[in-house]
């Protein structure tokens, strides 16, 4: 049970903010309106949120009685349960309504940054009711707050992510997928466990390889240790936790039963390193082993699929070969891009996109394209990133101001997440692509002498932060030094707006140009790619709505401005100027 409101950017109306206080307690109900999360059944009557807790099977009788119970008076209603002492303390004394509230108001500050009006109307009713708990006027003044939500642009951009997510689960192939039992996974590294466990959750049956026991062991220990996290926090029972590990059967090259497992493999996901002359070696394993309508999607995120699905004596089934682009980590990571190449056959696009779905996953298909979609509009980002640094942009500026822009984390914390490395590769290896001018601007210098310094970011507890634990990060005198010599010891003191406008400009312009070159299909599909890829603000609903609100039009003239004063790579591309010019919108 749950109270979802708030991830749509509205409140609980018909009385929700009202009337829930007193069944659980103020606190409880304000965890609840303001996350939006559900509450498991155990939970929900423990907190008195529900009187019975039945299975399944004996719902419909145990209803019954119920009611002819509370009609014939043989059962009493149920009664709102009593209050700790320490609630007592805390939601009945001023000294604790005052701690209270301030506490909760402290915790919608950091986590939505005040670009989210809902929770603060939310907060806004419930003081309202708790002040005036006598009479209907609570009531007015919910319905009067609910309407003002439902008319702001953070609401139609949240209920626009809702319908497209919607939206995107429909299968895009006119055939029927095949009937998926077993799923083997190749390479049991961070992505390939990811992939798995999220596989052996929703039912398949896992086959997870590695070259060694000892590679199979620590993939086996990754999704281990996360499935016993969820046990611990009672997101998991221990029957399914025994279901899910007795799913996954590691097999190492020289495991004997390693073809007889095979034999039955419906589809084979590829999560290797990043060479082609590898994957193309798998490929021909894995068809010596698997039954003809196998089909073998590959994790790649930069090598286009044609090259790895190119026929040759390696590749004998070019049609079953499709990218099932996963991000990392996979369990939390809610996006799955699927490229398809010219010859992927209807069945195998219908497959993968089925599979993805069952996992959980949101899928949008994507052309195969250098970076597909979402790497191909993460690039210019990084090269714009690197010319802000050049010009001597702060470190924390830049983070500050993208924050503020909405991001979850600012660029320069990003690219220490994801691992220095891994962006110097992606933009290194999209410079030298098919994206020409837009490119351009930019000194990728930056990360690549990182690398050579060792400084791959969280991982090895040196990127541009320095890190001594989970959450403490700084800026050290090394990483200092090397700033001053790259800037030449320039500072500039940019101000927010133009940070955020010579970064934004550069993402929405490359998603724009992904539209018109038709590497994604609709706004829709490019909408969800940037929220849920990289965190694009979900309340300006991404990109596409994002110009939508602004106005094309103004956004044209800003872009045009900045390719006249610092360069070339911000000059819009052609479907912009077209919607400047008609006067046209992406959504309605």
């Known amino acids: 049970m749950g109270l979802p409101e708030v991830k749509l950017g509205l409140l ?87 701690m209270m509230w301030k506490k909760i108001q402290e915790m919608v500050d950091k986590n939505t940054g005040g ?131 007795s799913r996954v059967t590691p097999l190492a090259d020289t495991t004997p039963s390693v073809q007889r497992h095979f034999s039955n493999a419906d589809l084979v996901i590829e999560a290797v390193f990043e060479n082609l002359e590898l994957k193309r070696k798998i490929i ?16 790649t995120s930069a090598i286009p699929i044609a090259d790895i699905a190119a026929p040759g004596p390696e590749v004998r089934r070019p049609e079953n070969i499709i990218g099932m682009h996963y991000f990392s980590p996979v369990p939390q990571m809610p996006l799955l891009e699927i490229i398809p190449h010219t010859g992927t056959s ?21 052309k195969d394209v250098p ?37 979850p984390v600012g660029p320069i914390t990003l690219i220490d997440e994801v691992g220095v490395d891994v962006a110097s590769k992606v933009s290194t290896f999209l410079s030298s692509a098919d994206l020409g001018k837009r490119m351009n601007g930019g000194d990728l210098s930056l990360m690549t002498n990182m690398v050579e310094k060792g400084w791959t970011g969280r991982k090895s507890k040196q990127g541009f932060f320095t890190y001594s634990g989970k959450k403490d990060k700084k800026i050290g005198p090394e990483v200092t030094a090397y700033l001053k010599e790259f800037t030449g010891g320039k ?4 101000s927010e707006a133009d940070i955020q406008d010579r970064i934004v400009t550069r993402l929405v312009n490359e ?26 603000a979900p309340f300006k609903g991404g990109p596409f709505r994002y110009l939508d609100a602004v106005g094309v039009t103004q956004y044209v003239d800003k872009m045009n401005g900045f390719s006249d004063t610092i360069g070339e790579q911000f000059e819009p591309c052609q479907l912009l100027k077209d919607y400047a010019a008609s006067g046209k919108k992406f959504h309605g």
């Open 371 to 407: 970076g597909f979609y979402v790497n191909r509009c993460l690039g210019p980002i990084l090269v714009e990133v690197s010319a802000l640094v050049k010009e001597g942009v702060p470190l924390e500026s830049l983070d500050k101001a993208m924050k503020k822009f909405g991001m």
């Open 346 to 366: 209807d069945e195998a696009l219908a497959t993968a996109f089925a599979v993805g779905t069952k996992q959980g996953k949101t899928c949008i298909v994507v």
């Open 511 to 536: 998603a724009a140009k992904c539209l018109e070159d038709e590497i994604i299909e609709n706004p829709v599909a490019g909408d969800i790619g940037l929220v849920f890829g990289i965190g694009f």
């Open 491 to 494: 500072v500039t003191n940019m």
């Open 284 to 299: 021909s394993q894995v068809e010596e082993l698997t039954p003809d309508h196998c089909v073998f999607a590959t994790n």
């Open 115 to 245: 670009n989210y009006p809902a929770p603060y109307a939310i907060i806004d009713c419930v003081k309202y009711g708790l002040e005036h708990s006598s009479g209907l006027d609570k009531y007015k003044h919910e319905r009067e707050e609910f309407a003002k939500l439902a008319a702001t642009k953070e609401s139609e951009a949240l209920i626009g992510i809702f319908d497209a997510m919607t939206q995107q689960k429909k299968n895009p192939s006119k055939v029927n997928p095949l009937e998926v039992k077993k799923v083997a996974v190749m390479g049991a590294g961070l992505m390939g466990a990811g992939i798995a466990q999220v596989t052996a959750e929703k039912g398949y049956e896992v086959l997870l390889k590695d070259r060694d026991d000892a590679a199979c062991g620590r993939g086996i220990s990754y999704m281990t240790e996360n499935w016993e996290k969820k046990f611990k926090r009672k997101r998991m029972t221990k029957h399914q936790f025994d279901i899910n590990t």
């Open 12 to 98: 609980p109306g018909f009385g929700g903010t009202q009337n829930l206080t007193k069944q659980v307690g103020v606190q409880k109900a304000m965890d609840m309106m303001l996350t939006g999360k559900d509450i498991r059944p155990d939970k929900a009557k423990k907190m008195g949120l529900v009187d019975l807790v039945v299975a399944p099977q004996s719902l419909e009788s145990v209803a019954i009685q119920t009611a002819e119970g509370l009609a014939n008076g043989s059962i009493s209603k149920s009664k709102p349960k009593p209050k700790s002492f320490m609630d007592k303390m805390i939601e009945n004394t001023s000294p604790g309504q005052y």
